[in-house]
């Protein structure tokens, strides 16, 4: 065998020892990096508000978040929950109603010292922004007629959806439920899809939350419900069992976030 052909084979060796000792010791390390990041699973009705709220973290505790990477999703908080339980990886959840944490905590996939109330929100009534009628309603005895009138209402789920048991528990103490459900309703899954249907005008009036409306041209509010006709509306976060210190951490800073905001138009309007 010539010499270059044994220097060439040497050479080609060593490469292949290199790949492999990246394989081992270098991959291990990326995966590290990509399960220290933090998966937040948060009820649809926050996309508006979140988002902005943790740049803002992140602009102001940039030494306790330098290497905190995180990830959102969005969607029903039964949704997620179910998710979760059936070990879909996620550090954080934020949910609108208790029920679901409540859920999550039972099947111990939750630690009850983490739960914590974050904000509440409140429930108006909408129609699209192109529509002039209704007008502004005065009181709750007004919406009587407009049950009786041949119109569809965009509600959430009522079978799942925080958005849906809120809407069915007003229009039951309002005795509207059987003039509204289900022959006059659209129904969605999560609280965005029930904005965006009442924005296309697949429905003529719809419930939504706050937070959802706030610095919409798209929607216009002719009613908000008092908080005498449903349960408080207190979304909650908990920190899934066995997550890192780093979703401690940016589950206390959030906490602290909406701590500073609370009973402030600040939350609403950034």
Known sequence: MSFIKIVWIKRYLFSCL???LAL?????QCAKKLSEDVILFAASSTSSILPKLLK????RHKGELQSIHYRLSFGASSTLARQISEGARADIFISAHSNWMDFLVHKKLISEDSRKNLFRNSLLLA???S??????LED?????????EERYWCIGDPKHLPLGIYSQEILLRLKLWKEIYPKK???SVDSLRNQYKLQRGECSIGIVYKSNVSNNPKLRVIYEFPKNLH?????QIGIVQNSSSSAYTLGKLLEKEFLDRVGSELLWNF
Do not use: C, M, N
């Not at 803002?56 to 602009?59: A, E, N, R, S, Y």
């Not at 709750?140 to 009786?148: P, V």
């Open 18 to 20: 290199l790949w492999i």
């Open 24 to 28: 081992i010791f270098v991959q291990p």
């Open 56 to 59: 803002g973290i992140q602009l």
């Open 127 to 129: 129609t699209p922004a």
């Open 131 to 136: 529509l002039k009628y209704p007008l502004p």
């Open 140 to 148: 709750s005895s007004q919406l009587e007629q407009l049950a009786k």
């Open 185 to 187: 309703t659209v129904i």
């Open 231 to 235: 349960t408080s509306v207190v979304y």
